[in-house]
């Protein structure tokens, strides 16, 4: 059974910095792609940012490109994402994902982590 546990999130002042990670296990597979997917209350879900070992393909949403990098340690089926510059608006609880053989471009998880929340004071 493959499984994602995210860790990281927390209360922070606008302006900070936090690092979210997860740690996939039970999966073997060499090519796939993980990320993370936000959602603050009463919106939609939105991809945040993803990385790709099937192609080394990275994506950000444009609301977080020069604040957030997102990086893998494949050894680990680790996955970071590095946020700096943080706003109230990126507050949201973030979901990590993992799609076997997936890219960037499509990115769609068939698993799930349970979440971890971020919150950014004004």
């Known amino acids: 059974e493959v499984q994602l546990v995210e860790s990281g999130g927390g209360l922070v002042q606008a302006g900070g910095s936090l690092r979210l990670s997860c740690t996939a296990s039970g999966f073997t597979f060499d090519a796939y792609a993980m990320g993370w997917f936000r959602q603050a209350p009463g919106k939609e879900r939105e991809g945040v940012s993803c990385i790709s070992t099937s192609d080394g393909g990275i994506y950000y949403t444009d609301s977080v490109k020069g604040r957030f990098t997102i990086s893998i340690n494949n050894a680990k089926k680790t996955v970071y994402l590095q946020m700096n510059s943080l706003k109230p608006e990126d507050t949201a609880a973030y979901y990590c994902?993992?799609?076997?053989?997936?890219?960037?471009?499509?990115?769609?998880?068939?698993?799930w982590g349970q979440g971890t929340q971020v919150t950014v004071s004004s």
């Open positions: 994902g993992v799609e076997e053989l997936g890219l960037c471009d499509d990115f769609d998880p068939d698993y």
